[in-house]
């Protein structure tokens, strides 16, 4: 049974870092493609990041890029979200999504692309 755990949330102020982690298993994944959804209070989930294929290509949102740096850690079965300069509307639930495959540009920042999903972890940044 393949399972997604997130761990890192937290109330943080304005200005701040985080890091969240996803860590799988049941299954590796270090050559699919994963990734970070979040859902703020009242909106729909959205696209955060994604790293991919056997390169580890990176994708980032435009609010998100320039701040925020997703990372693989293929011993550790582990993907990384590190989260810099953190402003008050990063404030969301952070999902954790993998694919078995490699997919392309054109669906990876859809939800419906993920076949596994994490239960999410808080983050909230005060002002």
């Known amino acids: 049974q393949v399972q997604l755990a997130e761990s890192g949330g937290a109330l943080v102020q304005a200005g701040d870092s985080l890091r969240l982690s996803c860590t799988t298993s049941?299954?590796?994944?270090?050559?699919?493609?994963m990734a970070w959804f979040r859902q703020a209070p009242g909106k729909e989930r959205e696209f955060v990041a994604a790293?991919?294929?056997?390169?580890?290509?990176?994708h980032y949102s435009g609010a998100v890029k320039g701040r925020f740096t997703i990372s693989r850690d293929k011993s550790e079965n582990t993907v990384i979200l590190q989260m810099n300069s953190l402003k008050p509307e990063d404030t969301a639930v952070y999902y954790c999504?993998?694919?078995?495959?490699?997919?392309?540009?054109?669906?990876?920042?859809?939800?419906?692309?993920?076949?596994?999903w994490g239960q999410g972890t808080q983050v909230t940044v005060s002002s």
């Open positions: 999504a993998a694919d078995r495959r490699t997919l392309i540009t054109s669906t990876m920042f859809l939800e419906t692309s993920y076949e596994y």
């Open positions: 790293i991919r294929g056997t390169m580890g290509m990176k």
């Open positions: 049941g299954r590796t994944f270090s050559d699919a493609t």
